[in-house]
């Protein structure tokens, strides 16, 4: 078969789609990605394949959106694929509608994410709601990140017959590593016994770096490292400021590393992972974490509660709050065995549920079967 692989940013087609992009070629299928144009679509063109760059843009502008669409139909009768698979919620939408358009012959989207379950206006949410019960219409394969989205699908009456996947990382990649941990500690200049605290994600407010940055004053033993970058499509006021406060109040314990390649090693280097979101849908960086090794400390919101058991693996605390978020932190800090078995039952737990060639291959099956 001929497969477009399509998503709305070359972050998500780099990070989140390659390694389903890879199993379906080894599988004889051909594969084209499909987002839009930035830094992150040489690594999948590295690996030998074609990646077509469109417009898209993450928001709600109707001139946007429609030159986004006319572009995607514009592409998709030309390439005549047999199946278009469609990620993330503005581009899912716009590219099972343009394949149902052009008349593919197959149409699959994976939700990794509902608009209407995030923050936003009553007509924003209501308008996400019908689009994705409109679209839900006409997908054939209806696969969801979390087993929340697919209940909440099913609920709805948006998909017939939704299936919670999953996300998945590669254990081999993501593991202890002490030889990495001796080599980010040097280069960071953070002495071994620091307890390091780090986060990987983009630099928004969702993402809860205001409570985060504020939690931090109360942890007074720790370092925070923070890995990422705000990407140009990002909503919102940006973060300059709030991380500007941090820097004058926590000094050297506040490092912000930036975009990271070497995110594995990174992780291999720190003592506990934090992701404070206020909502996701199911973070690949806790999966990561959880393979590393590293106690998390989330928060209990969808996505994060299906993959941290809180005082086993880690600890989920409410969102949107600063306290309960210090005091997690501050005793995964002063217990050093204590989070030494959260690592461990997170690995496992992990190691488990999160293999990603497991996952890979129960996709590649639901999209090719039938």
Known sequence: MKILEITNVDFSLNHFLLPLMRALQEE????????????????????????????????????????????????????????????M??????????????????????????????????????????????????????????QEEAEDARRLHIARNPIAIGNGRDSSRFRPDPAARARIRQELDTAEETPVIVVVSRLVRHKGYPELLDAMRSVPEAELWVVGERLTSDHGAALD??????????????????????????????????????FEGLPMSIIEAMMTGLPVVSTDISGPREQVVSGETGQLVPPATVAPLAAALLRLVQDVPLRTRMGQAGRERALALFEEKQIIQKTVRLLTSG
């Open 89 to 146: 919620p503005i581009s899912g939408i716009l590219a099972r509608v343009a394949a149902k358009l052009c008349g593919v012959p197959r149409i699959a989207y994976t939700c990794h994410g509902f608009l209407f379950n995030q923050p936003g206006s009553a007509l924003r949410r209501g308008l996400a709601l019908v689009l994705e019960f409109l679209c839900g219409r006409i997908t054939d394969v209806y696969l969801t990140v979390s």
């Open 241 to 278: 400021s709030c991380f500007a406060e941090a820097q004058a109040a926590l000094g050297s314990r506040l490092k912000c590393l930036g975009y990271r390649a070497d995110t594995p090693a990174v992780l291999a280097a720190a003592d506990i992972f934090t992701l404070p979101s206020h």
């Open 28 to 87: 004889g299928h051909e594969v084209v990605g499909v987002c839009a144009d930035g830094p992150l679509v040489a690594p999948p063109r590295q690996a030998g394949f074609r990646v077509e760059t469109l417009p898209f843009a993450r928001s709600f502008s109707p001139l946007a959106q429609a030159r986004a669409f006319w572009a995607l139909v514009r592409l998709i009768w030309r390439e005549k694929p047999d199946m278009v698979h469609a990620h």
